[in-house]
């Protein structure tokens, strides 16, 4: 299985807010401690902000800090809420137009869906609060002054 981009980059934004509790940070700072591309960040932040993950202040001396607890934000809602419900094969998709003429006696559909619902139920076991859970390896690798998660 594989998350896409914008779940990968989701995380990472929020693993940096995780570390930054004491200031605000940019998104231009973000995608510089990482190395990616500045313009997807905005687009992922503006997301999470609307998730409520994510509180964005504008203006002078603004930027983004968590708008949770990092405790309190689950792995696997983050990424469900990046993946959307996108179907894992064509049978899965409700518009009638794909059809599959071995549907009726298949049974990928069911494995599948089984496979990712153990996924999100792993993720679901974790919180941010883990991912950084090592705040001064993580600080350092990105350069950061992180604050403990108290």
């Known amino acids: 299985m594989r998350v896409t981009t914008f779940s990968d980059y989701a995380l990472r934004v929020l693993m940096y807010l995780a570390l930054q509790e004491d200031r605000r940070a940019t998104v231009d700072e973000i995608a510089a401690a990482y190395g990616i591309s500045a313009n997807h960040l905005t687009k992922v932040v503006h997301q999470l902000g609307r998730a409520g993950w994510v509180q964005t202040v504008r203006g002078k001396g603004g930027g983004l800090r968590l708008g949770q607890p990092a405790e309190?934000?689950?792995?696997?809602?983050?990424?469900?809420?990046?993946?959307?419900?996108?179907?894992?094969?064509?049978?899965?998709?409700?518009?009638?137009?794909?059809?599959?003429?071995?549907?009726?006696?298949c049974k990928l559909s069911g494995i599948l869906s089984g496979a990712f619902?153990?996924?999100?139920?792993e993720l679901d076991k974790h919180t941010l609060a883990d991912l950084v859970s090592a705040p001064n390896a993580l600080g350092g690798l990105l350069k950061t002054e992180p604050a403990p998660l108290a």
């Open 117 to 121: 619902k153990v996924f999100y139920a």
């Open 72 to 105: 309190s934000i689950r792995v696997g809602e983050v990424v469900r809420l990046c993946e959307g419900s996108a179907a894992y094969v064509e049978c899965m998709v409700a518009d009638l137009s794909h059809h599959c003429r071995i549907a009726p006696a």
